[in-house]
């Protein structure tokens, strides 16, 4: 069993195909079987991928009014001021992406 529960379906094959026991894998299986596995091997992270947007600008939108105070309402018509506070919402997960790979350690 796998730890994260989405690559338990790796070797879904729904009851189609055989088991060739020189490559030692399953062959002829079902285009719909490989189909389906495949999206739930990757559903988790196109999932994530939209997670990671909605979090950044939460976060950005955050920072600048902990910058701007109550002077925010007068800086929101500038859309490079709400980029840049935008973009240094996502330097958080950025970082914490490219230092922890396995999740599960965590």
């Not at 950005?60 to 980029?83: C, D, Q």
Request: aromatic share 14%; with cysteine.
């Amino acid at each position: 069993m796998e730890k994260s529960s989405n690559l338990n379906w790796a070797v879904y094959h729904g009851g189609t195909g055989s088991f060739d026991k020189e490559l030692g894998e399953r062959v002829n299986v079902a285009w719909w079987a490989n189909l389906l596995s495949q999206f739930v091997l990757v559903y988790p992270a196109i999932d994530g991928a939209s997670t990671f947007v909605l979090c950044s600008v939460s976060l950005g939108e955050n920072i600048t009014g902990a910058w701007y105070g109550n002077a925010i309402h007068n800086m929101l018509p500038s859309w490079k001021r709400r980029f840049v506070f935008r973009l240094l919402g996502v330097v958080p997960q950025i970082l914490g992406a490219a230092f922890v790979r396995d999740l599960t350690a965590i």
